[in-house]
């Protein structure tokens, strides 16, 4: 970060003795900089791993001599090294060190959960199932929101996940973990508080999981069938992911990465949909059709709304927002359109969902084209290719078969490109208006 400040500096100068910037808001740019949280740095770096090795250290140590050691001094033993860690994280941040204070606050957000773990031990409190990981995970996050440490944030994001890993293959616990929710939000506002990207990833990898996790808890209990536990992730996913752009439009930290896995997720898995499509796919209970349909119905509005709103200001073309609104409105109708079609008619669905998927990725593309849009263009790229090679390996054999393929593969491709272009030439005649773009 210093080295950041220091170039931003030098370039300030120039830009201000060019004319570009005006010299009063010198100070104020710095002063910006200089309030910003820290990125990562090889002192950081070394101190957390320092940090760790001290923890593992203590719980060796304690561990090591559990039996010979009389009970008030592994408390004491424990409980010292805590404050001692958290009072010199204080001190270290009064001092304007954070990079020990980050250390020593992770030290000390260790040995509470080394604290709670020896306690168990000692009272033998089983009972309590995984309950400790949930107050460590507790107990972390306020640490990391009173220093504050985003190094203690990541770790209280970590062990949040890890309780719900934990209960989810608990036999005596529910099959589905609700208070991961409540868990999840509070970290997330954490994260949003702290800027903490890493956090963010984790957070939506672990919120992908658990949703993951209810679909398959829901067609074990044969109230989904696969192409219901399919189409409601993808939904669920779409719904998110769309949401999510919208509070990145509005400068909502966090709101882009959570985008970015939303729509990552949901386009993922409607490419992979059309494997259970190769065969007969199960369906659910037509007395279960009403949870998936309320799922179905909730997602599409969801899609519909925010696909709207982010055309309606400028973030999404009209075009775009058309196609994610089908897309959804077909995912949402397609297991009646497969009930309705059966075995014999089961070819046209498919290529139906090929083409919609086609289309999608298109729009994608042509997304990517807006300033700041790069990533969806990725994405739509990476699906069309995908997209092309499932056809291939479905529809084609012989080598003359291929020649074919690849040639009128090639020339819709090269008229792709061709229109782009031209469309990048029509906007770059065009004044853009000043408007917030993202990567979602």
């Known amino acids: 970060m210093m080295g950041y400040r220091a170039r931003l500096a030098r370039d300030l100068e120039r830009w201000i003795a060019a004319g570009w910037v005006d010299g009063t808001h010198r100070q104020a740019i710095l002063g910006d900089i200089a309030a910003q949280p820290g990125r990562w740095n090889a002192a950081g770096a070394l101190a957390i791993l320092g940090a760790s090795l001290l923890a593992m250290s203590a719980l060796s140590f304690v561990a090591a001599n559990w039996d010979v050691m009389p009970r008030l001094l592994r408390f004491a033993t424990i409980l010292i090294a805590l404050w001692a860690s958290l009072l010199g994280a204080g001190r270290a ?13 992770l030290l000390g957000a260790a040995l509470f959960g080394a604290a709670i773990m020896l306690t168990a031990q000692t009272f033998n409190m089983t009972s309590f199932r ?6 460590w995970a ?10 504050p440490s985003r190094p203690v944030l990541i770790l209280a994001t970590l062990l949040g996940a890890l309780w719900a890993w934990l209960e989810t293959f608990n036999p005596y616990a529910p099959g589905i973990i609700w208070g991961y929710l409540p868990l ?52 669920i996913a779409a719904a998110i992911g769309l949401l999510a752009a919208h509070a990145r439009d509005r400068h909502i930290s966090g709101g882009g990465v959570l985008a970015a896995w939303g729509i990552s997720v949901a386009l993922l898995g409607s490419y992979l949909l059309q494997w259970p499509l190769d065969g007969a ?32 200001t400028g ?65 739509g790229i990476a699906g069309f290719v995908l997209q092309t090679l499932y056809v291939y390996a479905e529809t084609f054999s012989g080598l003359l078969d291929t020649a074919v393929f690849f040639l009128v593969g090639g020339a819709i491709l090269f008229l792709m490109g061709l229109g782009l272009l031209r469309l990048h030439r029509q906007r770059a005649l065009v004044p853009h208006e000043t408007g917030t773009e993202d990567a979602s």
């Open 315 to 379: 973030n999404v073309s009209w075009s775009a927002a058309l196609a994610y609104i089908v897309a959804g409105l077909m995912a949402a109708g397609l297991p009646a359109l497969v009930n309705t079609a059966g075995p014999d008619m089961l070819i046209w669905v498919r290529i139906l969902i090929g083409a919609i998927f086609y289309g999608l990725c298109v729009a994608m593309i042509v997304q990517g084209t807006r300033p700041g849009q790069s990533f969806v263009g990725g994405l």
């Open 281 to 312: 796919p199960s369906l659910a209970d037509p007395s279960e059709s009403g949870r998936f349909g309320a799922i179905a119905a909730i997602s599409v509005v969801v899609i519909a709304l925010a696909a709207w709103r982010r055309a309606a």
């Open 130 to 135: 995984n309950t400790a990981v949930l107050v």
């Open 184 to 235: 999840w939000g509070v970290t997330a506002l954490l994260a949003h508080r702290l800027g903490s990207r890493v956090s963010f990833n984790l957070l939506s990898l672990g919120l992908f999981l658990w949703i993951a996790n209810l679909l398959w808890t829901e067609q074990s209990a044969h109230r989904f069938g696969v192409l219901e536990s399919f189409m409601a992730g993808i939904l």
């Open 138 to 147: 507790a107990a972390a996050a306020g640490i990391a929101f009173l220093l």
């Open 93 to 105: 941040f009064d001092r304007d060190a954070p990079v020990i204070g980050h250390a020593l606050a």
